[in-house]
């Protein structure tokens, strides 16, 4: 099969995206996991844009919310400002893309080919985020559909620290929690566990020093003492219907 062949079967399959991103791939050597079928990007998105495009944007470029340590998050609300422009900028960057903060087929090819057809992330699996007890994403302090999508939006959070931690792996050793298996490790009764936005980490080759400065950067407003062997990461501050809404960095800038 030639090479325009294959193009117009990607193009009728899963659109520009794929096809931008493909060529991409080839020229940066840039792994993809997927082709680039899981959204269906209208058109260009920048400063002024709105609607649920935005949104979905937005979640995906939430880990890169910050150049340095920062307080700071990518709010996700639809409505594309200079937040949302300086972190597709940083994601951009990050890819070897065109840094011009307006989200077009090259960036929706990278953005889509970190998420695998089952809806997790590139390089995380649901199965990592499921309560230790056998109760999947049930039993948790909100229902199961919006502990899933919590994780969700953690995954991306996540793949940005990895990216940013040298694509080094990232282990999960706790993701979401049921309230019955919260109280029987002594979590908090409030903990973001038991809402799917928080995880705790360990990077390979990394200390949990090097995990709290890398996370400092993603926007994540939950951050537990890097004094032990995994690193607390949480969004409690973009969720204050869950009674956490401030920001909580244990350990101050590090």
Same mark, same amino acid.
């Given at each position: ?36 079928a899981?959204?269906g ?41 200079p ?23 090259? @960036?929706? *090819? #990278? ?5 695998? %057809?089952?809806? /997790? $992330? ?7 985020? !499921? ?43 706790s ?9 029987s ?8 566990? @038991?809402? *799917? #936005? ?5 990077? %390979?080759?990394? /200390? $949990? ?7 400092? !950067? ?15 990461v ?15 960095w ?5």
């Open positions: 099969m030639n090479s325009s062949s294959l193009d117009r079967r990607a193009l009728l399959r899963y659109g520009t995206g794929a096809v931008a991103a493909a060529g991409l791939a080839a020229v940066a050597n840039i792994g993809f996991a997927r082709p680039a899981a959204y990007w209208s058109g260009n998105l920048g400063q002024g844009s709105s609607g649920s495009a935005v949104v979905e944007l937005q979640i995906r470029v939430a880990g890169w919310a910050a150049d340095s340590a920062s307080q700071t998050y990518v709010s996700v609300d639809g409505s594309f400002g937040g949302t422009a300086a972190a597709v900028r940083r994601f951009q960057a990050a890819y070897g893309l065109s840094a011009d903060g307006v989200a077009g087929p090259q @960036t929706f *090819g #990278v953005l889509n080919s970190l998420e695998k %057809s089952d809806g /997790s $992330t590139a390089h995380f699996n649901w199965s990592e985020f !499921t309560s230790h007890d056998g109760s999947g994403f049930g039993g948790g302090n909100v229902g199961a559909d919006e502990v899933k999508e919590n994780v969700r939006r953690t995954m991306y959070k996540l793949e940005a620290l990895r990216k940013k931690a040298g694509d080094r792996a990232v282990t999960i050793n993701g979401f929690r049921s309230t019955a298996y919260n109280a490790v002594g979590g908090a009764g409030n903990s973001m566990h @038991t809402y *799917g #936005v928080a995880a705790d980490t360990a990077v %390979s080759g990394l /200390s $949990t020093l090097d995990v709290y400065r890398i996370a400092e !950067t993603c926007g994540f407003s939950g951050l537990e003492t890097h004094t032990v062997s995994w690193q607390h949480d969004s409690r501050i973009e969720h204050s219907n869950y009674g956490s809404g401030f920001w909580w244990q350990d101050g800038v590090a």
